[in-house]
């Protein structure tokens, strides 16, 4: 069937090269590679998870020492509360531990 015989479709482009034509197929396998790329990573769950831990874990170890020092100096500043709620805590373990029985 040549264009002539179609009805309705699109203009022809001009004819291209054998060189444009290899150029183009070369820039669609590029597209289509990272296209195919972009939607393994997008698939890939376990890696998604294991990149979220390991920020997760980074994100932890940075802040935990200054908290746990800062923590620590107000304690020694202030025990009052800790001490306070260091009883509720022993007391609601020691009502829970005693109901079960």
Same mark, same amino acid.
């Given at each position: ?6 009805? %309705? #479709? @699109? ?5 291209? #090269? @054998? ?7 070369? &820039? ?21 998870? &294991?990149?979220?831990?390991? +920020?997760?874990?980074?994100?932890? +170890?940075?802040?935990?020492? +200054? +908290? ?26 020691? %009502?829970?531990?005693?109901? %079960?029985?």
């Amino acid at each position: 069937m040549d264009e002539g015989t179609r009805q %309705g #479709s @699109p203009a022809v482009e001009e004819a291209k #090269s @054998p060189e444009e034509i290899r150029a183009d197929i070369d &820039r669609t396998r590029v597209e289509l590679g990272d296209t195919v790329e972009a939607l393994g990573r997008k698939t890939d769950v376990k890696g998604q998870a &294991r990149e979220k831990v390991e +920020s997760i874990k980074q994100r932890a +170890s940075a802040a935990t020492p +200054s +908290s746990a020092h800062e923590a620590g100096a107000v304690a020694k500043r202030n025990p009052l509360p800790f001490a306070i709620g260091a009883a509720v805590t022993v007391g609601f373990l020691i %009502g829970r531990i005693t109901k %079960g029985d």
